[in-house]
């Protein structure tokens, strides 16, 4: 009996010895694989990403957040860079890369030698038995630890890239909150100077009428004016605090914190649009979830063994269909692509399970759609982008100005005697209707610049795709 416990007890501690160090060292650190996130981020975004972890960390950056925050006036970037910083669902995510990390470790350090000793074994005199039946499971995984480790790896690596992921979706959703928040504060300042004017008109109508210059109903075509702007004034300033609320949630404020303020209009437009006219290639390249694709095609193979790589192909002739690569390799050329995105194929003829043949199709059928929807993007985001400076430019340079024009001859008209009151609040009313859409057409080109750094990184909301 003790010869055998001997036995076993030595089984044991060969398990130990066989524990993959250089991957435990990799998986051990308290931020293992936040490099990656944080160098994604930088490059992306221009700004710092952080993972928290103790309350030391935590007090030191919200005092760099209250810095940058309280009382100030925040830009995009200011804004972007505090919710890499602040926001808590991000920590959360952050979270799941550890215990990514932590199953790495655990997969990689191999069964952790135990001894069992049941009652039971007391009573027939062997002892042994339950000790054995430890070693007997722990050997089986020490078998398989290799597929497991390699797995673990995997996943390890997907969730790098999703928590890239995530940070990079947060950075958007709040450069575009923040500029719809300035874009509404914008429009309420238009609203609220053309109120001022009104007003005036208003009163000067109410004067006319007790002398008997000006009807009854021309008084209440005057003041309607005057209340109808009220109302868009008063929806305005909502819709602005809403949007900053909006902004407010996303930089994870409160309290006292939430004492910022943003400027009360939005840049000026640029005089041309940055040249991206390589933005399919840039996508193709950068892009977070083409590249957790090929992690997860990876991860196919490896789940069911595939002989490695036979060879690369490009998105379009994966859509082709995979079936086309267990036939021998004779596919069809496929039209002629400017950017090639490489798909790794693997040999399939090996594969006896349907399950593994499926799943290897679905993998990289679902990458090609990926790859091909990462291109209509990018193209569609350059398109966007180009378009609507174009048609913030026009509004600029050519409706403003005539708007001006108009506005100026009116007044003249109007102490001319030549026009009546009401004609000079109808131009003001068209004039203001311009100037808030030339500012609406600002503000939908800055969204457009936005989407397109999304649309070459990743992390594009639903809301990019409705501009």
Not at 158 to 176: I, N, S, W
Not at 376 to 394: C, D, P
Request: with cysteine; charged share 25%.
């Amino acid at each position: 009996m003790k010869t055998a416990l001997r036995l076993s007890m030595g089984a044991l501690l060969l398990l130990t010895a066989c524990a993959d160090t250089a991957t435990m060292s990799k998986a051990r650190d308290e931020r293992a694989g936040f490099a990656t996130v944080a160098g994604i981020s930088r490059q992306a975004t221009g700004a710092e990403a952080a993972w928290l972890q103790t309350p030391a960390e935590r007090q030191a950056h919200a005092q760099r957040v209250r810095t940058v925050v309280q009382g100030k006036t925040i830009s995009a970037e200011h804004a972007v860079q505090v919710a890499l910083l602040n926001n808590p669902g991000l920590q959360a995510s952050y979270a799941d890369l550890g215990m990514s990390a932590a199953d790495l470790w655990e997969t990689a350090l191999g069964p952790v030698p135990s001894v069992g000793i049941s009652v039971s074994g007391l009573v027939s005199g062997d002892v042994t038995r339950s000790v054995e039946g430890t070693v007997a499971s722990s050997i089986l995984d020490m078998v398989t630890k290799k597929y497991r480790t390699r797995a673990a790896d995997l996943e390890f690596r997907q969730a790098q890239l999703a928590a890239a992921g995530e940070t990079l979706a947060l950075a958007h959703e709040t450069r575009r909150t923040w500029i719809e928040a300035v874009g509404a504060f914008e429009a309420a300042g238009l609203v609220g100077r053309a109120q001022g004017a009104a007003d005036a008109a208003s009163e000067l109508a109410a004067q006319l009428g007790e002398t008997g210059a000006l009807s009854r109903a021309d008084q209440a075509r005057e003041h309607v004016f005057t209340a109808e702007l009220a109302a868009e004034q008063a929806e305005a300033r909502l819709e602005a605090q809403l949007a900053k609320e909006q902004l407010v949630r996303l930089l994870g404020l409160w309290g006292t914190d939430t004492d910022f303020y943003i400027p009360d209009s939005l840049p000026a437009l640029p005089g041309s649009v940055p040249n991206r006219a390589n933005i399919e290639r840039l996508a193709l390249e950068n892009r977070v979830d083409l590249a957790a694709g090929r992690l997860e095609m990876e991860a196919v193979a490896a789940r069911y063994k595939l002989n490695g790589q036979t060879r690369m192909l490009s998105d379009a002739e994966v859509g082709a269909g995979v079936e086309i690569e267990r036939e021998d390799g004779e596919n069809e050329r496929s039209p002629i692509v400017d950017v090639a995105f490489s798909i790794p194929v693997y040999d399939t003829s090996g594969l006896i399970s349907r399950r593994g043949k499926l799943e290897y199709q679905r993998s990289a059928n679902s990458l090609a759609q990926s790859a091909i929807n990462a291109r209509s993007e990018a193209r569609s985001a350059y398109t966007a982008v180009t378009g609507k400076h174009q048609i913030a430019l026009h509004w600029r340079d050519q409706v403003l100005p005539l708007r001006r024009e108009i506005d100026e001859q009116a007044l003249l008209s109007y102490n001319g005697m030549l026009t009546s009151t009401f004609e000079l609040l109808n131009d003001a009313r068209e004039g203001l209707e311009s100037q808030l859409s030339a500012a609406e057409a600002k503000r939908d080109y800055w969204l457009a610049e936005a989407d397109a750094t999304a649309a070459i990184w990743g992390g594009a909301s639903d809301n990019g795709e409705d501009e």
